[in-house]
């Protein structure tokens, strides 16, 4: 990783995000022999041996795992909503929390700078997750806590309401089968030139080839670029057609 970092914090966050993001790894060498974890290749390895019951051993599995979004797209997506002016995030998957602290950190900035409200909201559907997840956002103290609405449990529940009028980013980094159903929810609040960033659309095209198919149709009003990262970091901005 590059010593040239974007990221304005502390050094106590800098030191918990850089552990954070080596013990992900870590787990991430042991579950795969690609040393990258992608959850549509791993229930597909578990379906050969459990059928019915892959998904249920695939949630088991994952429930001590962070797997959180390479350090390199958390810089970019960091970034890239401080270059957007963007305040109001949705995180789909946020796990222990690793990304979240990137979206919080520059929502902060964003909203020192221009005085405009926001938010970042998370989801989790594991407990526990959720539990550790807010543990680590206190070590990170209120510039980073207090950005964030953790809504827990399923996502196609949590986000049915109180969302923001208009949402700036939707960060998708959940398990492929939720990408579109999310991305369906969110839409009515997306404004114009809101960015939508989807974690591993190349390693894990096939599970996401409704999303893609979806993004890549003109008609549904998104521009997509597959950015050069390990497996792919998609980013598709929401430009809808107007009447000229
Ligand atoms: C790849 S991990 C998220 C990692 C996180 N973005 C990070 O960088 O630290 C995906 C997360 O989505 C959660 N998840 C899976 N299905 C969900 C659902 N239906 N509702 C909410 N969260 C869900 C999983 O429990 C898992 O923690």
Same mark, same amino acid.
């Given at each position: 990783m590059s010593a040239y970092s974007p990221i304005d914090a502390p050094p106590h966050v800098?030191?918990?995000?850089?552990a954070?993001?080596?013990k992900s790894l870590e787990q991430e060498a042991a579950l795969s022999e690609t040393g990258k974890a992608v959850s549509t290749a791993l229930l597909a390895e578990l379906r050969e041996k459990h059928n019915d019951g892959a998904q249920a051993?695939?949630?088991e599995l994952m429930l001590d795992k962070l797997i959180a979004l390479d350090e390199d797209k958390c810089r970019f997506t960091y970034q890239l909503i401080n270059a957007m002016g963007a305040t109001n995030i949705v995180e789909a998957g946020t796990g222990y929390g690793v990304s979240t602290i990137y979206l919080a950190l520059a929502v902060a900035k964003t909203k020192a700078a221009t005085g405009k409200p926001g938010v970042v909201i998370a989801t989790e559907k594991e407990a526990e997750k959720a539990r550790i997840a807010r543990k680590h956002w206190a070590q990170c103290?209120? *510039?980073?806590?207090?950005q964030i609405d953790l809504?827990?449990?399923d996502i196609l529940e949590t986000l049915k309401s109180g969302l923001p009028e208009q949402v700036d980013l939707l960060l998708l980094d959940i398990?492929?089968?939720?990408?579109?159903p999310t991305l369906e929810i969110v839409k009515p609040r997306l404004r114009h030139g809101a960015v939508i960033l989807i974690? *591993?659309?190349i390693s894990a095209a096939e599970g996401y080839a409704d999303l893609l198919a979806y993004l890549r149709n003109p008609e549904n009003g998104f521009r997509n670029i597959t950015l050069p990262y390990t497996n792919g970091f998609e980013m598709s901005v929401y430009m809808p057609q107007t009447a000229q």
């Open positions: 800098l030191e918990l995000l850089s954070l993001h080596r051993v695939f949630d103290g209120a *510039n980073v806590e207090n809504r827990e449990g398990w492929a089968p939720l990408a579109l974690d *591993n659309p």
